[in-house]
């Protein structure tokens, strides 16, 4: 996920190719992704650092799919904390809804009304392989929806409303 303030950083060590709807050829952005079976892995422990990297860039989550890997992983910055998590299941919403503008590494230039539960608690598995519950409200609650979606082939666009906010659109109606 991004927010429109999200401002780039110049001191890029690794930066993976981002998915979008356009370059999406076989369909990962629309897929179920699979459960990681071992989060400790080397594999795991090298990818999570670049992860983060090519979040920076830009934005406040990243989750595997987008990066084109059909995995359940996803981090998170929120705050200046950053978060990894593996193999998270959302198992309670609040009643409460809240709705905020939301954009996406895999949809540039796109920027939506989302109407999204107010908090939530999650499940997954952390960096060491440890299984943990997270109970957040708020901006961070909507950032973890975003990229929980990611990992179920949903995008943001499909949750917003149908007006758009997109500053091109909105430029091109007025005359
Ligand atoms: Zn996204």
Not at 15 to 27: A, C, K, P, Y
Not at 108 to 135: F, H, L
Request: proline residues 4%.
């Amino acid at each position: 996920m991004v927010i429109r303030s999200g401002s780039a950083h110049d001191n890029l060590k690794v930066m993976l190719d981002i998915l979008t709807v356009s370059n999406d050829s076989e369909g990962i952005l629309r897929r179920r992704a699979a459960k990681v079976d071992d989060p400790t892995s080397d594999e795991m422990r090298a990818l999570i650092p670049e992860m983060i990297e090519t979040m920076r860039e830009d934005g406040v989550g990243l989750a595997a799919p987008q990066i084109g890997r059909s995995i359940r992983l996803f981090v998170v910055e929120v705050d200046g904390r950053v978060s990894v998590y593996f193999n998270p299941v959302i198992v309670r919403y609040s009643e409460e809804r809240s709705v905020t503008e939301e954009g996406c590494l895999s949809v540039p230039g796109v920027w939506k009304n989302v109407s999204r539960p107010e908090g939530i608690r999650m499940e997954y598995t952390d960096i060491n392989g440890k299984r943990s519950t997270i109970d957040a409200g708020g901006f961070l609650a909507r950032v973890l929806q975003h990229e929980y979606d990611h990992l179920e082939g949903i995008l943001f666009t499909d949750r917003a409303d149908t007006e758009p906010v997109d500053d091109t659109l909105k430029n091109a109606y007025v005359i």
